[in-house]
């Protein structure tokens, strides 16, 4: 789960690590009301969507008076804004951010993330922050700097040191750099974090170091622990299929082909998105219906996937275990009853009660539906009939 960045600075405020003081604000009006409390010369209005590269997309503004602040406030709401994550079709900015300006003297980086190579939590942190970290992080690797945390203890305040050292602060400020590692860190535990970055994490001409941004991404199966956080999702951001999904208990994660799978088990779908690039097809989803489906479940599954108006085909490619192949099979002919199928499905059905689940698709009839043995022979299919809608 993403959060916004006001929200993110919310957070690492209470635990310690210092930000600029502002507030959100989602008229010019109200951006208006909250630059009159701000005391800096400059304000700086930033666009809030889930999404980074906003800079240089025109989503930040640095504007010198209440006026400047509101005029920018109706320029970006409502504006969608084209970064290099969004993709082409851009995000529509609902809500601003105006907070102080600071007297900025340098520009780092700095974040944890859950690494899973090693199954801990890393910092990594360059002494070049800013806009250009990815280019940073693709050209000269060497730049970005490590330090790998034992969960046993945490990070310990000699990897702190080292790691502000290496990203050469000053001398002035090398306290309040590793005072602000150890409360991210703690933020980042204590939140369930999968993503805690501050970029850029700048040093002023005042020797203040601040958080001028900040993004938190949450691990979604810990967030029955916080209520807190689960609040502050903001639909409007994410795709409404994936929330339909997850609101079903199903696994959705929209791509950009046109052909659908729904599978059960995480290996199943990353090897039935392979194995439908291999025959020259593009996964449009990657939807697991987990080990508890039930008829209904995959009747919903299908309407989701039929939703999605790139889809031209779909593949049902499920192995039975706990989740048994005459319940899929029955979910598929739910389908048609009540939702219609309207783009051509195969079916590839083995395990638990699998010859009960081909004799209800074969009694069934269902003329979109076209059952495989195999899972080469499917997804040869599938993608086979893709191609035919698309011509």
């Not at 008229?27 to 630059?35: K, T």
């Not at 690797?141 to 702190?160: R, S, W, Y």
């Not at 219609?340 to 079916?347: A, D, I, N, R, S």
């Amino acid at each position: 789960m993403n959060i916004h960045e006001y929200q993110s600075k919310a957070i690492l405020r209470e635990f310690g690590v210092k930000v600029p003081n502002g507030a959100p604000a989602f008229s010019p009006e109200e951006a208006g009301r909250v630059a009159k409390d701000l005391t800096t010369r400059i304000k700086v209005v930033k666009a809030q969507i889930h999404a980074g590269g906003r800079g240089k997309a025109g989503g930040v503004k640095l504007a010198q008076s209440v006026e400047e602040v509101k005029k920018y406030a109706v320029e970006l709401l409502g504006k969608v804004l084209v970064t290099h994550q969004t993709g082409p079709a851009g995000k529509e900015v609902g809500r601003l951010l105006i907070e102080e300006g600071s007297n900025i003297e340098k520009e780092y980086y700095l974040s944890f993330v859950v690494d899973r190579a090693s199954a801990r939590v890393v910092m990594m942190g360059s002494e070049e922050g800013g806009m250009d970290i990815e280019e940073v992080a693709a050209t000269r690797p060497e730049k970005i700097l490590k330090e790998t945390i034992d969960p046993a203890v945490g990070l310990m305040p000699f990897q702190a040191s080292r790691m502000a050292y290496r990203m050469n602060f000053k001398p002035e400020v090398i306290s309040k750099v590793t005072t602000l590692m150890q409360n991210l860190y703690k933020a980042f535990v204590a939140k369930d974090c999968s993503l805690a970055e501050i970029n850029p994490l700048v040093v002023t001409k005042e020797n203040d170091v601040i958080a001028l941004d900040a993004k938190l991404n949450f691990d979604d199966s810990a967030l029955f622990r916080h209520p807190e956080i689960e609040s502050l999702r903001d639909n409007t951001e994410e795709d409404p299929k994936e929330l339909a999904a997850g609101k079903i208990g199903l696994s959705y994660v929209t791509l950009d082909g046109d052909v659908a799978c729904m599978v059960n088990g995480a290996g199943l779908a990353m090897a039935t998105v392979d194995i439908i690039k291999y025959y020259g097809g593009e996964p449009a989803n990657f939807l697991d219906v987990g080990g508890d489906s039930t008829v209904e479940k995959i009747a919903e599954a299908f309407r989701i996937m039929q939703s999605d108006g790139k889809v031209k085909s779909v593949f049902v490619n499920i192995f039975g275990g706990i989740n048994k192949c005459d319940v899929i099979a029955g979910g598929v002919v739910e389908a048609a009853r009540t939702i219609g199928l309207k783009l051509p499905v195969v079916v590839r059905l083995d395990g638990t009660n699998v010859e009960a689940g081909r004799a209800i698709l074969a009694e069934a009839k269902l003329p979109m539906v076209y059952v495989a043995t195999t899972m080469s022979e499917g997804a040869q299919k599938v993608v086979e009939l893709a191609k035919q809608a698309e011509a």
